[in-house]
């Protein structure tokens, strides 16, 4: 299966609704608002032109198949933090798009200087948390009870974090500069 990853934009709105309403519902607890509905999508896409999130779609044939997001807070007081989403269509797990998704925000996420990468999962997404500890993440916290599904069922975030500034002091010492 190929893949073409590249900016998400404004014409994207509706397949991205598309996209949303054929995952699982329990692939969006994560996100603190429901992508399936109009005005979330709206809201992202206004926050794009704002410049608080860089966001990546990946489409097959047209079709989105994934995204992926780098959320910042410039005007806050940790700018030096961004916060990774990511969304991979079910039939494409383990083929190495959330991989290449991930490794786009990275690219992001240098351009911006932010030293701090976070992201925000359930415990028992074991694929994702595999996914993003295969690539420096660690956990940091787990808040119990924290979201809630639509049928009124709690489920545990946790929260893993990646430092970006000491594995570039780490790439450096070793000569890996890129």
Partial sequence: ??????????????????FA?????????????????????DAWVGAIGEGYID????????KVVGTAALVRDPLGW??????????????????GLGRDLLEAIFAIA????????????????TGSVALFESL?????????DHVRDRA?????LVILSYNAA?????HQAFGWNE
């Fill in 78 to 95: 940790s700018p030096h933090v961004g916060e990774v989403r990511l969304l991979v269509s079910e039939d494409r797990r383990g083929a």
């Fill in 136 to 144: 420096g993440f660690r956990g940091e916290a787990m808040l119990r």
């Fill in 166 to 170: 000491a594995t570039a002091a780490r």
């Fill in 110 to 125: 240098a351009q911006h200087g932010i030293l701090k990468l976070v992201a925000r999962m359930t415990p028992d997404q």
């Fill in 21 to 41: 309403a054929a995952l699982p519902e329990h692939d969006l607890l994560f996100l603190g608002r429901d992508l399936k509905h109009p005005r979330v999508v």
């Fill in 1 to 18: 299966m190929s893949h073409t990853i590249r900016r998400f934009a404004a014409a994207d709105r509706d397949p991205m609704l598309a």
């Fill in 55 to 62: 966001s990546l779609i990946a489409e097959d044939g047209g």
């Fill in 152 to 156: 009124g069922q709690m489920h545990d």
